[in-house]
């Protein structure tokens, strides 16, 4: 099982390019999650998804845009990239409560972007 | 606005000492408090919490919540280098949001 899986790992892009990261997870989840973390500010919730189809907004969601339009995939994209959107990021998924339901996040390896 | 405030932020002591790391919260509809040790990359689940009083353990860690005060402690005794990492507080709500306090760093000195 490969998990949670983000793609790219890595991207430098220039100011005003847009860009999708793409989160993939293998366990049949319901729940995803996109966070981004910066030094010192632990994980901030960017947008969610309770279900294929569905997104909510999260902490900080100004600049970004999600879609979940299949089960497996919540895409986070940025249209408009600034220097402030320079973090890392983490994907995460979850179990429906009752389906052997720990509470526990299973996270991506996070991708990390720089924007010049 | 939900949110979840974690103290200290900043922690060094030395091996073999034991910390405890506090979490307080206000949200809405709370359902579940959850805590993370994140070393180098990803965060790893350590507990989740629901109800007031019973203590989660594993190993050298502990946790326990209080629901009326609104924190969450998380104890680690005989502490190692090893335990040097981030630590995460988050809680979910009932709507699934979950979100993070901003973190402990722990520091074990050899």
């Known amino acids: 099982n490969a998990g949670v899986t983000q793609t790219p790992k890595f991207r430098v892009l220039k100011t005003g390019q847009s860009m999708t990261l793409l989160c993939a997870q293998d366990m049949n989840h319901e729940y995803m999650y996109w966070y981004r973390q910066d030094p010192g500010m632990g994980l901030r919730l960017i947008h969610y998804?309770?279900?294929?189809?569905?997104?909510a907004k999260g902490e900080v969601p100004d600049g970004y845009n999600v879609s979940r339009l299949k089960k497996q995939n919540f895409l986070l994209g940025l249209e408009s990239a600034a220097p402030s959107q320079t973090s890392v990021y983490f994907c995460?998924?979850?179990?429906?409560?009752?389906?052997?339901?720990?509470?526990?996040?299973?996270f991506g390896e996070g991708s990390r972007l720089t924007v010049l | 606005e939900d949110k979840v405030v974690q103290s200290p932020l900043s922690l060094v002591v030395h091996e073999g000492d034991t910390v405890t790391l506090n979490c307080s919260y206000e949200?809405?509809?709370?359902?579940?408090l959850l805590w993370y040790k994140q070393e180098k990359k990803a965060p790893t689940f350590l507990f989740m919490l629901?109800?007031?009083?019973i203590e989660k353990k594993s190993g050298r860690l502990s946790s326990i919540l209080d629901k009326k005060e609104l924190f969450s402690i998380l104890n680690i005794t005989a502490t190692q280098t090893g335990d040097s990492a981030i630590y995460l507080c988050a809680v979910r709500n009932r709507d699934d949001k979950i979100i993070f306090g901003k973190g402990t760093r722990l520091h074990i000195l050899p």
């Open positions: 998804s309770v279900g294929e189809g569905t997104t």
């Open positions: 629901t109800s007031s009083g």
């Open positions: 995460a998924s979850s179990y429906v409560a009752g389906e052997v339901y720990t509470g526990e996040l299973f």
């Open positions: 949200v809405t509809n709370f359902r579940s």
